[in-house]
């Protein structure tokens, strides 16, 4: 049974950084494609980052480049999210993600899902 485990969050002020881990077990993850989401009150889910495994390839949406990094750990088998420079909007409650066998690529709609952990920046 696929398990995503995330920790790392909560509050910070404006300008400050938190680091989030997720802790991945239950399958092979070697060809797995990794990530963050985040969904804030009354917003749909949206993409923050990903990773694919094997080759250690990053893609960022647009709002966090430059301030978020996204990383692995091979031996320990988490995927991080370093952010720095959080703005009040980046206020959600972020999730951890993983590709299904049946899929090639990291989408919403078809993955593998945290319980997810709240991150809250103030002004």
């Known amino acids: 049974q696929v398990q995503l485990v995330e920790s790392g969050g909560g509050l910070v002020q404006a300008g400050g950084s938190l680091r989030l881990s997720c802790a991945a077990s239950?399958?092979?993850?070697?060809?797995?494609?990794m990530g963050w989401f985040r969904q804030a009150p009354g917003k749909e889910r949206e993409f923050v980052a990903a990773i694919t495994w094997h080759g250690g390839n990053t893609v960022y949406a647009d709002s966090v480049k430059g301030r978020f990094t996204i990383s692995r750990d091979n031996a320990k088998i988490t995927v991080d999210l370093q952010m720095n420079s959080l703005k009040p909007e980046d206020t959600a409650v972020y999730y951890c993600?993983?590709?299904?066998?049946?899929?090639?690529?990291?989408?919403?709609?078809?993955?593998?899902w945290g319980q997810g952990t709240q991150v809250t920046v103030s002004s």
């Open positions: 239950g399958r092979t993850f070697s060809s797995a494609t």
């Open positions: 993600a993983a590709n299904r066998e049946s899929s090639r690529i990291l989408r919403a709609g078809n993955a593998y």
